[in-house]
C-alpha cells in the first residue's frame, strides 16, 4: 500500500473513531439531561441470554396443557435450557415482541402476524399446527345458530336475537385483542353487522379476560361466545348452560404459528434457541408429539407445518431502470 493510501486510511479511521466518540457523549449527555445515571433502559442495547429462553404464547395454548405437556418438557430434554413463558393474548404478544421483552411468540392471528412482518419485527412465521374455533352457546340454544348452514348465518342469527332481547346478556366478547378476538370481529363484519366498540349493544358483554374465563362468564349469563377448540375442551366438563354449537367451518380455521423475531431489531433477542424450538415444532418428530396430545381422549391440534411454503412473502420489487 503507498503511504498516500495508508494516510487516508488513516485519516477516515480517525474520522470513524471521532463519530464513534461524539455519538457516545450524545447519549451520555442525553440520560444526564433526562436526570438518569443508570445504564439505558432500551432493550435493544441488551445482550442475550443464551442460557435461557422465554416465551410468549396466546392463552389457549397455555390453558390446553400443551405447553406444560408437551413443549416445554421436550425442549429441556433436548437442550438442556429451561423454557419459561407467559400466556397472553395475541395482541398482547405482538406488542412485546416488538419491544424486544421476549424471544419468539406463538400466537394465531394471521393478519397481524403478517403486518409485524412486513415492518420487520417477525424475521420468519412459521406455522406448525390449526384447529377449529367454535361458536358455544345456551343448550337450548333461543337463537337457533344450529340451524344456520354458514358463519355469517349463525352470527345474524345471534344478533336478531340480541336485538330481540336488549336487557339479557346474550354475547359475551373477549375484547382483549387476541387472536380470538380478532377472529370475532372479522366474523361480525362478514356477516355485514358493525360492533361499535365505543357504544355496544346493550346485549353485548366484555370481559377484557382470558378465554377460560370468558368461557365461565358466558356459563354463568347462559350466552354465546367465540372460542378456540382447546381451551372449550379443557374446561367443558365444568360447563353446565351452554355447549358447543357451530363449528368445523372454513372460515373458522384457527391457524397457530411460531413466530422467530429479527435480532437486527432487537439484538437481546435469543434467536439461536427460538430458531432450535422452531424446527422442533416444525420437525417430524414435533409434529408427531402435537398430534398425539388429547384432552379427554381428543385430538386438540393438526399439524401443518407443510403450510410454511406457501405463507405469506414479501413482492418482489421490480428492477431499477438503467440509466442511460
Known sequence: MSRIMKRR????????????????LALT???????????????????????????????????SGLMDN??????????????TYIGVGSGKALADAAAGNCDAIIVHSPRDEQTYQRSGVISLRMPFAYNYFVIVGPKKDPAGIHKATTTS????RIYAYGQAHPSKVVWVSRNDGSGTNSKEKALWKAAG????????????????????????YTNQKAAYTLSDTATWLKVKPTMDAIMQLFSNRRDLKNQYSIDLLN???NNNVNSALA????????????QKAIANYKINGQQVFFPNS??????????LTPPTAAAH
Open 9 to 24: 486510511t488513516l485519516r477516515w479511521s480517525l474520522v470513524a473513531v471521532g463519530l464513534v466518540a461524539v455519538a457516545l
Open 29 to 63: 449527555f442525553s440520560n444526564f439531561a433526562t436526570g438518569s445515571n443508570s445504564a439505558p433502559t432500551s432493550s435493544r442495547l441488551a445482550a442475550p441470554n443464551y442460557g435461557a429462553l422465554f416465551l410468549e404464547t396466546t392463552t389457549s395454548v397455555q390453558d
Open 70 to 83: 408437551v413443549i416445554v418438557p421436550d425442549f429441556a430434554a433436548r437442550t438442556g435450557v429451561t423454557l
Open 153 to 156: 348465518g349463525a352470527m345474524r
Open 193 to 216: 353487522i358493525t360492533i361499535d366498540p365505543a357504544s355496544p349493544p346493550s346485549w353485548y358483554a366484555e370481559t377484557g379476560t382470558g378465554m377460560a374465563a370468558t368461557l365461565t
Open 263 to 265: 435480532q437486527a431489531v
Open 275 to 286: 430458531e432450535e424450538l422452531a424446527a422442533w415444532l416444525t420437525s417430524s418428530a414435533g
Open 306 to 315: 407443510y403450510a410454511i411454503s406457501v405463507q405469506w412473502l414479501p413482492p
